[in-house]
């Protein structure tokens, strides 16, 4: 089973070898990546032509100074207005933008901000995404936690005090079963209050399961809207699929979650169109979803295999806030966490204008979480991780930092009944 994931020629067949190649080099050897998949559940949905539509013809040079004043001034976000607070016309009103954020921030979440942690539970993946350390054919570590490790796992953390965890896992059904998520989840349950999924998109029947078994919500990174860009970067695998990608919040929805969360990973393609695809997608849900719960991430690509292979497109600190303070102006219901990818100070920052929700004792391996958490060496087998975090704060340090800023850490703010 490992050698399928190895890229070093003396570990790779010569027949998969060759197939990475003919992946890379040739468009004409991938599926088409707008055709689903056998087994993919298709839905009938207006939202991705909603939101395609007016990404297509967002041309965000046309929108000047007058334009952003305009938009900071109306009581009401139109979506015009947000276009051009997302356009680099917006750029030198960084300091409106964000002091009319924290308005909006305060009126709707307080001082809160919410903290939880991710736990990666297994790193196999069927999928060649290039710029993705997890993809099919990196030369890494694989690891797939048993029950009994997950279980000790989720006690360290819940130990700590930490009430909502996120479970994620690379992109294999072989591997990462809808069935051994569900058990996963199980056990979640037994320990927190909060159980998120950060998983490989399924259909309505299975969402509706993973609910049952105890999931609260579901994220999904559709990592760019850009179709043409997409298929550049998913050569292989069910994630190549675009549209599916797209329509798993809304599947996950109508299988009874609470709420989704979306993200691109600004950086992949053009992040001004990008953030708008996102802002919108929620947009468009909301109108169809009223009861549910949405939230928005907004990362960064971060160092990882094959970075030299994407021709990353830089988005700065500035920029980056910019994105948060349109967000927040437009969807001021809208949950925004900012992650672990970014820098203590940039958080600390962004916590008091726009965001509401971050992580702590972050880690993007697998089964290390006692080593993390409580400092003691495990011998215990571990996987690599995914990318590089930045923020390395332990649950208890993030705690601290955020009640020394003025705000209020929150572990849950739902409760069963």
């Not at 609260?216 to 990608?245: A, C």
């Not at 109108?287 to 971060?302: D, G, N, Q, T």
Request: proline share 3%; glycine share 6%.
């Amino acid at each position: 089973m490992e050698n399928q994931f190895l890229v070093d020629s003396e570990y790779l067949s010569k027949e998969a070898l060759a197939k990475k190649h003919r992946l890379e080099n040739d468009p004409s050897s991938r599926k088409n990546h707008m055709e689903y998949l056998p087994g993919m559940e298709i839905i009938e949905s207006d939202v991705c032509r909603q939101v395609m539509s007016q990404v297509e013809a967002f041309d965000y040079s046309v929108y000047t100074a007058k334009d952003v004043r305009a938009a900071l001034e109306h009581e009401t976000c139109t979506l015009e207005d947000f276009k051009a607070l997302l356009s680099p016309a917006a750029e030198p009103f960084l300091e409106r933008m964000a002091q009319k954020a924290r308005m909006e921030t305060s009126k709707h979440f307080g001082n809160t901000v919410y903290i939880f942690t991710p736990i990666y539970i297994a790193n196999y993946c069927e999928n060649y995404c290039v710029y993705c350390g997890f993809n099919c054919y990196n030369h890494i570590t694989r690891m797939k936690l048993n029950m009994e490790q997950i279980e000790h796992e989720m006690k360290v953390i819940a130990d700590s005090g930490m009430e909502e965890i996120l479970i994620l896992t690379g992109e294999s059904r072989s591997m990462s079963s809808v069935e051994y998520i569900g058990e996963a989840c199980k056990l979640a349950r037994k320990y927190f209050r909060m159980v998120g999924l950060e998983i490989y998109p399924v259909n309505t029947d299975e969402y509706r399961y993973l609910h049952q078994c105890g999931a609260d919500y579901v994220t999904v990174f559709q990592e760019t809207y850009d179709s043409d860009k997409y298929e550049t970067l998913h050569l292989f695998g069910h994630k190549r699929v675009w549209p599916y990608r797209f329509d798993a919040q809304e599947r996950a929805l109508r299988g009874g979650m609470r709420g989704v969360a979306f993200s691109a990973l600004l950086g992949l393609s053009d992040f001004r169109k990008d953030a708008l695809a996102s802002a919108l997608h929620v947009y468009y849900l909301q109108r169809k979803f009223p009861h549910a719960e949405m939230s928005l991430s907004c990362p960064r690509l971060r160092p990882i295999i094959n970075n030299d292979k994407i021709n990353p497109l830089d988005v700065g600190e500035k920029q980056l806030c910019q994105i948060l303070c349109a967000y927040r102006i437009f969807l001021p219901f809208v949950g925004i966490t900012v992650s672990s990818r970014e820098s203590a100070q940039f958080r600390n920052g962004i916590v008091k204008i726009a965001a509401t929700k971050v992580s702590a004792g972050v880690s993007t391996g697998i089964g290390d979480h006692e080593s993390k958490y409580t400092g003691k060496e495990s011998d215990a087998e571990q996987g690599d991780e995914q990318f590089e975090i930045d923020d390395s704060r332990s649950f208890q340090a993030m705690y601290q930092d955020m009640a020394e800023e003025g705000l209020q850490p929150v572990l849950n703010d739902y409760l069963y009944v």
